[in-house]
């Protein structure tokens, strides 16, 4: 909040996750190095974290925010990925920045509002209520009962707080829903557990809470579906990303830009040879074979 009291939404989002778009995220930088990504993504991070969203465009401040020499941001990185930005008043800014930042800074006032709204009936029913009683959770849902599958909110655990089990509290959980589906405790168990073992615990975990949350008449074939459609998913991205990579390698092999290829390994241009993407030749003039 600012000092008189009032609620300073642009403060409160640039302690929020900056929100980012892959597939518009991969079409911005398909033609950038792996450096150039990096800086760039640094770049947006920093000006996330300032409340007008933007970074003074002055090269030995952009350069250290990047983590580059003041050189290499002169001669590559710059050139490369300034033309991302667009340039007010002396300060770099991106539009899709603020648009995601507008979203983030009303999204927090309408819950700051809504927490402030709810204060005075919260203040009367604290004075009704006997001495007795527990108070219950806060109907509002800023702090929902836990469901059987919601992960603990690790950043709120204190740090002599002892770690999360999360084989344990999955197997707990997880053979108690199968049970109320008419599976023996070793059936459960076995399931949960090849199930651990292909798609490993974080997505068993969300995949069952997915399934309590939707009262899935039948878990399994539900959970089933969710991570087979998940793993499928994720191929597919691998896949792209294999994709876009060689695509950069084969043009740096082309134009003979040396500095991007230095992790590429004869055996990854052999491959491209082998797929018609380069020549023996190329690879041999870059110094790959």
Known sequence: ???????????????????????????????????????????????????GCDLPNDPRRLAKV???SLRLWNSRIGPAVLPLFSEVDGRLTSENLRKEARFVEQHVKRQSDRKRSEKP????????????????????????RRAPFQLPNLSSLREDTPPVNLRKLLFESGVEILLAQGLTDRQA??????????????????????AEKAGATDAVAYVNSILKSEKSSHEMSNETNRTASNAMTVEAIK?????????????????????????AAECRAVGLL
């Open 189 to 210: 168990r076995s399931v949960i557990g090849k199930w651990r073992s292909d798609y490993g615990d974080q997505s068993v975990f969300a995949a069952l809470d997915k």
């Open 121 to 144: 009936a919260k203040a009367l029913k604290n004075i009704s209520t006997p001495a007795t009683t527990v108070s219950s959770v806060d109907p509002s849902g800023d702090c929902p």
């Open 66 to 68: 990047a983590r580059v």
């Open 255 to 279: 134009q003979r830009k040396h500095y991007l290829l230095s992790g590429v390994t004869a055996a990854a241009a052999r491959r491209l040879i082998a797929d018609d993407l380069v020549t």
């Open 1 to 51: 909040m600012h000092d008189d009291g009032e609620f300073n939404a642009k403060l409160a989002r640039t302690r929020r996750p900056r929100p980012i778009w892959i597939d518009s995220f991969l079409r911005d930088t398909q033609l950038l190095a792996a450096d150039e990504v990096g800086a760039l993504v640094l770049l947006n991070f920093a000006m996330w974290s300032r409340e």
